[in-house]
């Protein structure tokens, strides 16, 4: 199978092609490490930018920086001292993070290949430790600011949700941790109800009123603070990042597992972009989900089960 196989719309409205920002957290390698074994791999040099902070500059896909996901950064940003004692004592369960820019198909395949490397000099992912909640995280660009080309892929993935948790399982700790939340009920309700061909105000309305977290498997805050900034900070507390891009962070970071890459994850979100493009598909799930859906929903596997024999008899099997 092709690595990194195109999505239906691979370019932007611009005509270049479709980028991708990726992150991964993994544990088993401090930052400094990790930092020396993707600049041998992916060339560029090592700069520290604050304590054990790395950025690998120059390198063939970029920018590349490499730290502790931790909120004690911004907690204790102004005691450095403190800071670097908790970053020790949080090492056996908070992730170092690689953060890259935007990547084209041949820059996501360099980072896969460093990925290896990673492996090789001791990365562990999420099933490596009962607590770690490791995950992987794929800024995709929007094709263009339009309202189908944000709102169908949001109401896709809020359809085939329950069936990508069923299909490839998150780590036990990342469904116990709030990181990665799935979409309630009711947001899906209103968000079918309004349709694919719905405007992005009424979209991004409900989307604030019944799930204003970054919290989600599939993280919009980001993209509607791209599209609407004004109406974003007035219903959410605290900065939000603007990037024209879908936040997908639901799939789990295997980076010592052999048989697993960085293409398992683009896959998954690879699914979800199919379905917005086959209208008669997201129609279907949309009328069989309102009627697997009553007042209460009480087991989200069922929906999961059904919304993934749909998907099998239009010959789109588990990613």
């Given at each position: 199978m092709?690595?990194?196989?195109?999505?239906?719309?691979?370019?932007n409205s611009?005509?270049h092609a479709?980028?991708t920002?990726v992150?991964?957290?993994?544990?088993?390698?401090?930052?400094?490490?990790?930092?020396?074994?993707?600049?041998?791999?992916?060339?560029?040099?090592v700069?520290s930018v604050?304590?054990?902070?790395?950025?690998?500059?120059?390198?063939?896909?970029?920018g590349i920086?490499?730290?502790?996901?931790t909120?004690?950064?911004?907690?204790?940003?102004?005691?450095?001292?403190?800071?670097?004692?908790?970053r020790?004592l949080?090492?056996?369960?908070v992730p170092v993070e690689?953060v890259t820019?935007?990547?084209?198909?041949?820059g996501?395949?360099?980072?896969d290949?460093?990925?290896?490397?990673?492996r090789e000099?001791?990365?562990?992912?999420?099933?490596?430790g009962?607590?770690?909640g490791?995950?992987v995280?794929?800024?995709?660009?929007?094709?263009s600011?339009a309202?189908?080309?944000v709102?169908?892929p949001l109401?896709a993935?809020a359809?085939?949700?329950?069936?990508?948790?069923?299909?490839?399982?998150?780590?036990e700790?990342?469904?116990?941790l709030?990181?990665t939340d799935p979409?309630?009920?009711?947001?899906?309700r209103?968000l079918?109800a309004?349709?694919?061909?719905?405007?992005?105000a009424p979209v991004?309305?409900?989307y604030?009123?019944?799930?204003p977290?970054?919290?989600?498997?599939?993280d919009?805050?980001?993209v509607f603070?791209?599209?609407?900034?004004d109406r974003?900070a007035?219903a959410?507390?605290?900065?939000?990042?603007?990037r024209?891009?879908?936040?997908?962070r639901?799939p789990?970071c295997r980076?010592?597992?052999s048989?697993?890459?960085?293409?398992l994850?683009?896959?998954?979100?690879?699914?979800?972009?199919r379905?917005?493009?086959?209208g008669d598909?997201l129609?279907?799930?949309?009328?069989?989900?309102?009627?697997?859906?009553?007042a209460?929903?009480?087991?989200?596997?069922?929906?999961?089960?059904?919304a993934?024999?749909?998907?099998?008899?239009?010959g789109?099997?588990?990613?």
């Amino acid at each position: 199978m092709t690595r990194f196989a195109p999505l239906p719309s691979p370019e932007n409205s611009d005509g270049h092609a479709r980028r991708t920002g990726v992150e991964v957290e993994f544990g088993g390698l401090s930052e400094i490490a990790a930092a020396d074994v993707i600049a041998k791999h992916l060339g560029g040099r090592v700069v520290s930018v604050g304590g054990h902070d790395r950025r690998v500059e120059d390198s063939r896909i970029g920018g590349i920086d490499v730290y502790l996901d931790t909120a004690l950064r911004e907690k204790l940003a102004n005691w450095p001292r403190l800071l670097d004692a908790g970053r020790e004592l949080a090492r056996e369960a908070v992730p170092v993070e690689i953060v890259t820019e935007p990547l084209d198909r041949d820059g996501r395949l360099a980072l896969d290949d460093a990925r290896k490397a990673l492996r090789e000099a001791g990365a562990t992912g999420s099933r490596a430790g009962v607590v770690f909640g490791f995950g992987v995280h794929l800024n995709v660009e929007i094709v263009s600011d339009a309202a189908q080309d944000v709102v169908r892929p949001l109401m896709a993935y809020a359809l085939v949700e329950d069936w990508l948790r069923l299909a490839a399982p998150i780590n036990e700790a990342r469904r116990v941790l709030p990181f990665t939340d799935p979409y309630p009920t009711s947001f899906v309700r209103r968000l079918v109800a309004l349709g694919p061909e719905a405007g992005l105000a009424p979209v991004i309305d409900i989307y604030l009123e019944e799930t204003p977290t970054r919290n989600r498997g599939l993280d919009m805050l980001p993209v509607f603070a791209h599209l609407d900034p004004d109406r974003v900070a007035a219903a959410i507390t605290g900065a939000t990042s603007a990037r024209p891009a879908f936040h997908f962070r639901l799939p789990d970071c295997r980076i010592d597992e052999s048989d697993w890459s960085l293409d398992l994850p683009w896959r998954q979100w690879r699914t979800v972009e199919r379905v917005a493009a086959d209208g008669d598909l997201l129609g279907t799930l949309a009328t069989r989900w309102e009627a697997a859906h009553g007042a209460v929903t009480l087991f989200r596997g069922a929906w999961g089960e059904e919304a993934g024999a749909i998907l099998a008899a239009r010959g789109i099997e588990t990613p």
